[in-house]
Nanobody
């Protein structure tokens, strides 16, 4: 399975961006798709995730109330709507699929996209 992430860019603080992650084939209802990010010099961290079947969502505390993860089953695409962006949100954002269910540990995710860079200026 190939994941293609896009939508990153340069935005001012308090601005918005929407990231997309398209899967090359059908995502099963048991799968969880997630967003992670990695800032320079830091470890990759969990941002948000969504269960493909049912649509239950999960968020890191740092993004709750500002970011919204969603999916379009017909398009096999996951989205991350990011509002009220802060300079500390600057990172490369990756999408990934976990075939084993919900986890915030990147090591359990099976397939990864190539990353899309988000830069938030102050």
């Amino acid at each position: 399975v190939q994941l293609q992430a896009c939508g990153g860019g340069l935005v001012q603080a308090r601005g918005s961006l929407r990231l997309s992650c398209a899967a090359s084939r059908r995502t099963f209802s048991s799968h969880v798709m997630g967003w992670f990010r990695q800032a320079p010099g830091k470890e990759r961290e969990f941002v948000a995730a969504i269960r493909w079947g049912g649509g239950r969502t999960y968020y890191a505390d740092s993004v709750k109330g500002r970011f919204t993860v969603s999916r379009d089953n017909a398009k096999n695409t996951m989205y991350l709507q990011m509002n009220s962006l802060k300079p500390e949100d600057t990172a490369v954002y990756y999408c990934a699929t976990d075939t084993g269910g919900y986890s915030e540990n990147p090591s359990t995710f099976d397939w990864w996209g190539q990353g899309t860079e988000v830069t938030v200026s102050s």
